[in-house]
């Protein structure tokens, strides 16, 4: 089973829809939880962090289940500059360590 | 200006031929980093380094080694460049205690 594991999509949306992806991960014991946007053949940009609580920002909302081991980022009323892929990112990293495992990444594009 | 530049963009080159590519920043940051990025496979470390003086092996350093030759600039070279080490590669920054890696945008690397 692969660390982390996304969807590679592509998630084709018409405008002002909702969307939803999610991120399984394998190490029970992964310290943190991030989402990365990524256009084509550009770098890599956060977007946003994800809290055990759950954390919204404008359309953006993402979950953090433990439980099942994973994250979900959801947009609302998609736009067409949301097209882009999608990384999921889990640091297993403990104390003087660095594990960021980066996803494979989910492709949306959002039709006019 | 970009915060973190990496020279040169564009590169093909042939089998055996050595080559280094450079990266440098003026965010400040401590911690930098350097991945590649295949089609499928997502990021994958290679190496990082968390100060001028420490230097770490990631996931994939085989066939590769870095410099730290200051805090502000980290290179990597390929000692002799395979047709397998064809890729995308990205340099990163951090601070420590903070997640968020700031991305170079990358450098397109052909070996023939």
């Known amino acids: 089973r692969k660390e982390v594991e996304q969807d590679p999509g592509p998630f084709n949306v018409p405008e002002g829809a909702t969307v939803a992806f999610n991120c399984t991960y394998s190490?029970?014991?992964?310290?943190?939880f991030f989402w990365y946007r990524q256009d084509c053949r550009k770098e890599p940009k956060l977007l946003m962090s994800?809290?055990?609580s759950g954390n919204e920002d404008g359309r953006f909302t993402a979950q953090l289940n433990r439980a099942s081991q994973y994250i979900s980022l959801l947009i609302r009323d998609s736009k067409l500059s949301d097209s882009a892929t999608y990384l999921c990112v889990v640091n297993e990293a403990t104390s003087g360590t660095y594990k960021y495992i980066f996803g494979t990444g989910t492709r949306l594009k959002v039709l006019a | 200006d970009a915060d973190v530049t990496q020279t040169p963009r564009n590169r093909i080159t042939k089998t055996g031929k050595r080559i280094m590519l450079e990266c440098s920043q003026t965010k400040g940051h401590d911690r930098m980093y350097w991945y590649r990025q295949d089609p499928g496979l997502g990021l994958r470390l290679i190496y990082y380094?968390?100060?001028?003086?420490?230097?770490n092996k990631g996931e994939i350093s085989d066939g590769y080694s870095v410099s730290r030759q200051a805090q502000a600039k980290f290179s990597l070279s390929l000692e002799s460049a395979i047709p397998n080490q064809t890729a995308l590669y990205f340099c990163?920054?951090?601070?420590?205690?903070?997640?968020?890696?700031?991305f170079g945008p990358g450098t397109r690397l052909t070996v023939t």
């Open positions: 380094s968390f100060d001028v003086k420490d230097i």
């Open positions: 990163a920054t951090s601070q420590p205690g903070i997640y968020e890696q700031y």
């Open positions: 190490n029970s014991a992964s310290q943190s």
């Open positions: 994800v809290y055990s």
